[in-house]
């Protein structure tokens, strides 16, 4: 009779009227239940339950019935007041494109390889700053998501008004979710209007800030604003708040609007400026950066009581152009937005994209926990890291895996040049070759750009998580991470396995998959697990003579590209490109997609870059700092300086891209022309990809190319005739000049061709 019952409740819960979606928000933030939870208990993802409760998407079953069910007891539990109204959805739907992010597959997904200039660069003013943490650690809550309007959508006219708060035009994220310490969101922008001055938070909320000087707007902030966002792991800690001053702020505060030559280069303004003297005699605290465009402004945190504020100064550069875009132009409630945005899905700003991605490692994977003293009762730090952690102490690398200058190459020969038996060189691809004669004939050269290729390759990838054990004469273990002394010059990609079976390619038009320019190797050389795994696929036997492995070993970086993924794809989704978008509407989905919401298109490329600078924090260069070769700089005082991990994402992209072009090769007989980083070029009789790859009644080759939104797979980069590309190499005097670096917009200069 039991399930009879079961199956009536199922029935009617199949075709109940669900509430609006701010009722069902309201409803899971009054049991005190985070996006998280239900998303783990329908088993969907975290961005489509936020997609529920925004009101871009609608459940389906047989999650809908869960969930109908779920909001049916809440509503029992917590009804609404009868006095009150529950408001529209602040989004919108777009009229065309209407379908929501499809989750990436769980395995790893194949991709390219990343821009090393991207990877390897860190900004100015990127340090990783710490602060005093106190050992207790807070109630765990999940990270709020922000529901920015739609393209197209008008934005709200009206805010919740609290007092000291006004309407805002722009509203288009949500704030603290259910953690009332954060009710107003991660972050403000003060901003000086009409002689007041004002903090634009999230949501549209405007708030009246009676501070009149930077302590008392410090203090403000910590006591009043209700500012923060909560943590993102359980042994993690809340996010500070972030203060954002605009120009305005800056003069009403006694700041400089814009940094000397002197202090830019400094990357602060001096000691003894009268602000950081107000600080001090405050009792506020900076950190070893200083006062620049990322300052940091704290005390001692005394058990549980953090006290600590974070400075965002556009106009210093804080927002630099090349990761943000237009984003320091915006005014304030525009910038409040973009940046609330990526607080909620990616995480409150530390610093420069770098130094956000590499803070987000940590985040995801605290190194330390609390634990409660057995003879105090106090909670205080654990011993022992956190599993699945780097810790808190930083290991030295492999000598293989060290950069020029690093300690450990101390007793080289001055002017030494180390060659790829002596040094580890896993980088992106930068390749090109002669058309053939028949590719001369085609009329087009086609441009494919992998989607997210660094993040693609980290997911999934197994890396070490401890210090490295020098091995003679291993035996390759394809799932142990590290470097190994290899000679791979034997492998021959005329002749290689794909899958079972072996297949005959013309090896002269490929690239090596070992080197990032493409050259077959000569003799033995450094490599890291992916790239010698990837030989051994390709059915070849492989005898290490040496190797660096780490026994101690996990999927750290897994949590890192979920949130980042899904920050990518439900940000593209405002943007009108769904995961689940025929080849064909992919295409027409991503022209112009930017021109549909600007702001939104500073946050993919803000969650692009942070992905790009991440990863190249982890082989962080010394930064000026009056460092000298062979001593130690400060990027080798972190746990999460780890060239090693940076070197197994690389390999790792630069394999699966590899991997694709073998399999289209192999089915097509076309291959490419050019590699730069993440984007591949062909030649081709058509302007467009479907002109050359291999679809059939919508499905493409199985392990090939496949248009798509989702990290891994690729979009369409450029198409430029086969004469353009032709005379830009005659004109160069280049026939190897790299073409898929100009495939975008077709321009090519004398300093691009680095003369």
């Known amino acids: 009779m039991s399930e009879l019952f079961d199956a009536v409740d199922a029935l009617v819960a199949s075709r109940a009227t669900l509430p609006p979606p701010a009722e069902?928000?309201?409803?899971?933030?009054?049991?005190?239940?985070?996006?998280?939870?239900?998303?783990?208990?329908?088993?969907?993802?975290?961005?489509?339950?936020?997609?529920?409760?925004?009101?871009?998407?609608?459940?389906?079953?047989?999650?809908?019935?869960?969930?109908?069910?779920?909001?049916?007891?809440?509503?029992?539990?917590?009804?609404?007041?009868?006095?009150?109204?529950?408001?529209?959805?602040?989004?919108?739907?777009?009229?065309?494109?209407?379908?929501?992010?499809?989750?990436?597959?769980?395995?790893?997904?194949?991709?390219?390889?990343?821009?090393?200039?991207?990877?390897?660069?860190?900004?100015?003013?990127t340090e990783t700053n710490s602060v005093p943490t106190p050992a207790a650690a807070a109630p765990a809550a999940a990270a709020p998501v922000a529901a920015p309007r739609s393209a197209g959508t008008a934005r709200p006219t009206s805010t919740?008004?609290?007092?000291?708060?006004?309407?805002?035009?722009?509203?288009?994220?949500?704030?603290?979710?259910?953690?009332?310490?954060?009710?107003?969101?991660?972050?403000?922008?003060?901003?000086?209007?009409?002689?007041?001055?004002?903090?634009?938070?999230?949501?549209?909320?405007?708030?009246?800030?009676?501070?009149?000087?930077?302590?008392?707007?410090?203090?403000?902030?910590?006591?009043?604003?209700?500012?923060?966002?909560?943590?993102?792991?359980?042994?993690?800690?809340?996010?500070?708040?972030?203060?954002?001053?605009?120009?305005?702020?800056?003069?009403?505060?006694?700041?400089?609007?814009?940094?000397?030559?002197q202090e830019r280069i400094a990357g602060r303004i001096p000691e003894g400026h009268k602000v950081a003297k107000q600080l001090t005699r405050a009792d506020w605290q900076l950190t070893k950066r200083g006062f620049g465009p990322w300052a940091r402004i704290y005390r001692p945190a005394q058990g549980s009581d953090r006290q600590c504020v974070q400075l965002c100064i556009p106009s210093w550069n804080a927002l630099d152009a090349r990761f943000w875009g237009g984003a320091a132009q915006l005014p304030a409630a525009e910038l409040a937005r973009v940046l609330g945005v990526y607080a909620s899905r990616v995480m409150t700003p530390r610093g420069s994209t770098a130094?956000?991605?590499?803070?987000?490692?940590?985040?995801?994977?605290?190194?330390?926990?609390?634990?409660?003293?057995?003879?105090?009762?106090?909670?205080?730090?654990?011993d022992d890291k956190t599993p699945g952690s780097l810790g808190t102490d930083p290991v030295d690398c492999a000598p293989c895996e060290a950069p020029d200058g690093h300690p450990l190459l101390v007793d080289l020969p001055r002017f030494h040049v180390r060659g790829p038996g002596e040094k580890l060189f896993e980088e992106a691809y930068d390749w090109a070759r002669p058309l053939t004669d028949a590719e001369c004939m085609r009329s087009h050269l086609v441009g494919l750009d992998v989607n997210m290729a660094f993040a693609a390759g980290a997911n999934g990838l197994v890396v070490g998580l401890g210090e490295p054990t020098h091995v003679k004469n291993p035996v390759f273990d394809p799932k142990l991470p590290g470097s190994w002394l290899v000679d791979l010059s034997h492998v021959d990609l005329s002749r290689v396995k794909a899958?079972?079976?072996?297949?005959?390619?013309?090896?002269?038009?490929?690239?090596?998959?070992?080197?990032?320019?493409?050259?077959?190797?000569?003799?033995?050389?450094?490599?890291?697990?992916?790239?010698?795994?990837?030989?051994?696929?390709?059915?070849?036997?492989?005898?290490?003579?040496?190797?660096?492995?780490?026994?101690?070993?996990?999927?750290?970086?897994?949590?890192?590209?979920?949130?980042?993924?899904?920050?990518?794809?439900?940000?593209?989704?405002?943007?009108?490109?769904?995961?689940?978008?025929?080849?064909?509407?992919?295409?027409?989905?991503?022209?112009?997609?930017?021109?549909?919401?600007?702001?939104?298109?500073?946050?993919?490329?803000?969650?692009?870059?942070?992905?790009k600078g991440g990863l190249g924090k982890l082989r962080e260069r010394p930064r000026g700092e009056g460092w000298t070769s062979g001593e130690r700089w400060r990027a080798l005082s972190r746990p999460t300086w780890r060239p090693d991990i940076r070197a197994a994402v690389i390999s790792r992209t630069r394999m699966n891209l590899?991997?694709?072009?073998?399999?289209?090769?192999?089915?097509?007989?076309?291959?490419?022309?050019?590699?730069?980083?993440?984007?591949?070029?062909?030649?081709?009789?058509?302007?467009?990809?479907?002109?050359?790859?291999?679809?059939?009644?919508?499905?493409?080759?199985?392990?090939?190319?496949?248009?798509?939104?989702?990290?891994?797979?690729?979009?369409?980069?450029?198409t430029q005739t086969t004469l353009w590309g032709e005379g830009a190499r005659e004109q160069f005097q280049a026939p190897e000049l790299n073409l898929a670096r100009y495939i975008k917009d077709g321009t090519v200069t004398d300093k691009d061709n680095g003369e």
């Open 24 to 125: 069902r928000k309201r409803l899971r933030a009054a049991h005190g239940l985070t996006i998280d939870e239900v998303a783990t208990t329908l088993q969907v993802r975290r961005a489509t339950v936020s997609g529920w409760e925004s009101g871009k998407t609608e459940p389906r079953p047989p999650e809908r019935d869960a969930y109908a069910r779920l909001l049916d007891k809440l509503a029992e539990l917590y009804p609404a007041p009868a006095d009150t109204t529950v408001p529209a959805p602040d989004v919108a739907v777009p009229d065309t494109f209407t379908a929501t992010p499809a989750p990436a597959e769980a395995r790893p997904l194949s991709t390219g390889a990343a821009s090393e200039a991207a990877v390897m660069t860190a900004p100015e003013n």
């Open 160 to 261: 919740s008004r609290r007092p000291g708060a006004k309407k805002a035009a722009p509203a288009a994220t949500t704030a603290g979710e259910s953690d009332p310490r954060f009710e107003n969101g991660p972050l403000a922008v003060i901003d000086v209007e009409d002689g007041k001055v004002m903090a634009y938070c999230v949501g549209g909320l405007v708030l009246d800030v009676p501070a009149k000087s930077l302590p008392s707007l410090v203090d403000w902030t910590l006591k009043e604003a209700k500012l923060g966002q909560p943590k993102l792991s359980g042994p993690g800690r809340p996010a500070d708040p972030l203060i954002v001053l605009t120009a305005a702020a800056c003069e009403r505060y006694g700041l400089p609007v814009t940094l000397t030559e």
């Open 355 to 382: 130094v956000t991605g590499l803070e987000l490692m940590t985040a995801l994977h605290p190194p330390t926990h609390a634990v409660r003293d057995e003879e105090t009762g106090l909670m205080r730090r654990a």
């Open 499 to 611: 899958g079972k079976e072996w297949v005959e390619l013309d090896g002269a038009l490929l690239p090596s998959p070992f080197t990032p320019k493409g050259d077959r190797p000569t003799g033995p050389a450094w490599y890291a697990t992916p790239t010698v795994a990837y030989a051994v696929e390709l059915g070849y036997d492989v005898t290490p003579t040496e190797a660096h492995v780490r026994y101690e070993t996990g999927r750290y970086l897994d949590g890192w590209y979920g949130r980042l993924r899904d920050a990518y794809l439900t940000t593209m989704a405002d943007l009108g490109v769904d995961a689940d978008l025929s080849p064909e509407d992919f295409l027409a989905a991503m022209d112009g997609y930017k021109s549909r919401d600007p702001e939104m298109a500073i946050v993919v490329g803000a969650v692009k870059a942070t992905v």
């Open 658 to 718: 590899h991997r694709k072009m073998v399999k289209h090769a192999a089915f097509t007989g076309q291959y490419p022309v050019a590699i730069l980083s993440d984007c591949v070029v062909y030649a081709t009789d058509g302007q467009s990809p479907l002109d050359f790859l291999p679809y059939r009644e919508g499905k493409p080759l199985p392990g090939g190319f496949k248009l798509g939104v989702n990290p891994g797979l690729v979009k369409h980069e450029g």
